[in-house]
């Protein structure tokens, strides 16, 4: 546990001195170079803007609404039918959809179920294994300007529900229920 | 298909607020959601600036191309359109092990990157082209090493052992991301074979 902390607090400085130490080998004039870089990052950013505010509205009236209950409940016989353990159709319905409202469920049922219990490892390995799909397509193909998606969604949201179906598995397997 | 999503949240939302008497929550969310979204754009400035800064040394240096030189046999197979000596296989591999390290803040900036290079290869169309799908299909998946979030959660509510899920996690996320390449492959063949026949 410890060298596994200590891993993820370590590796983001080190990359940062690699990259300054092979920028001084090279005598690659460092400071400039991040300036001229970084130069686009405020714009890239603002531009997100509009697509994240449409699709963040969205995401929150829907969910405020009590229009997302209603979808949950209309799917939950279908999830539960095919091995879905109840608890767990509300967080795999919202992974896909929205990472405040999936890190916000994980949350409730680690605190709920207990960290140990198979519903709390089950939704921890849920919400570290797949990112939300909606916020990625927004992001990435709203800054590059891409209005025709072709397969891409489709594909995002099948990759999420192998992620989800691939959890349910692995976990009964390695802890038992 | 985004755009029949979007409508359907929203009218779908609506429609409901309008039979359960929920209104005052749903225009309250809109609002909220409104705020929620400029906050996170303004929170994502400084982790583009900083993040494009850096990788624009390691591209000067020639760090990245090294980089680059080393994951080349997995990327010509995952990405075969794109030219390997590209400047969008830069930002894709950066993307790939920004991911793989967890460092979800550094890949988002170096994922926009390629996706614009990737936008320039396709004759600047509007229009996705193939090693865009795989790029974001590789991102939904996120094939991930330390889920440092869950990992803090879990150590919030006492956990005997917090870290016992990165095991689970990296299966799970190298199973979603291999379905993630072949799923992309499966509607890629698919729609080549319609267009020939």
């Given amino acids: 546990m410890s060298w596994m902390s200590t891993v993820s607090l370590w590796i983001l400085p080190v990359l940062l001195l690699i990259i300054l130490l092979h920028a001084s080998v090279k005598r690659v004039p460092a400071y400039d170079s991040f300036v001229e870089g970084g130069k686009d990052g405020f714009q890239l950013a603002v531009s997100l803007i509009p697509y994240l505010v449409g699709m963040m509205v969205a995401i929150s009236v829907f969910r405020a609404s009590g229009a997302m209950e209603l979808l949950l409940e209309a799917l939950k016989p279908f999830l539960i039918l095919i091995g879905v353990p109840a608890d767990i159709v509300p967080l795999a319905v919202i992974r896909p959809i929205s990472g405040a409202g999936a890190l916000g469920m994980t949350t409730d049922l680690i605190r709920e179920h207990g960290p140990d219990s198979f519903i709390g490892r089950l939704a921890s390995t849920m919400q570290g294994s797949t990112d939300t799909t909606l916020y990625v397509l927004t992001v990435y193909f709203g800054a590059a300007g891409i209005k025709y998606m072709g397969d891409a969604l489709k594909v995002g949201l099948l990759a999420d529900a192998a992620g989800i179906a691939a959890s349910i598995v692995i976990v009964t397997i390695v802890f038992g229920m | ?197």
């Fill in chain 2, 1 to 197: 298909m985004v755009h029949a999503i979007w409508i359907i949240m929203l009218t779908a939302g609506i429609i409901t607020a309008m039979f359960n008497g929920r209104m005052e929550d749903v225009s309250e969310a809109i609002f909220n959601g409104a705020e929620e979204a400029v906050a996170l754009c303004f929170g994502l400035i400084s982790i583009m600036v900083f993040w494009l800064g850096m990788m624009n040394i390691a591209k000067k240096s020639g760090l990245m191309d090294i980089f680059t030189r080393l994951l080349k046999p997995v990327a010509v197979r995952l990405f075969p359109d794109v030219p390997p000596k590209h400047p969008a296989m830069g930002y894709i591999m950066s993307n790939m092990t920004a991911n793989l390290m967890g460092l979800g803040n550094a890949a988002t900036p170096m994922g926009i990157k390629a996706m614009k290079e990737l936008r320039q290869l396709n004759n600047d169309s509007e229009e996705a082209s193939r090693p865009m799908v795989t790029l974001m299909a590789l991102n939904t998946a996120s094939l991930t090493l330390i889920p440092t979030t869950v990992i803090a959660i879990r150590m919030n509510y006492n956990s005997a052992n917090p870290a016992e899920i990165v095991g689970t996690t990296i299966a799970a996320t190298a199973c979603s991301t291999i379905a993630a390449i072949c799923i992309d492959r499966y509607f890629y063949y698919r729609k080549q074979k319609k267009r020939k026949g």
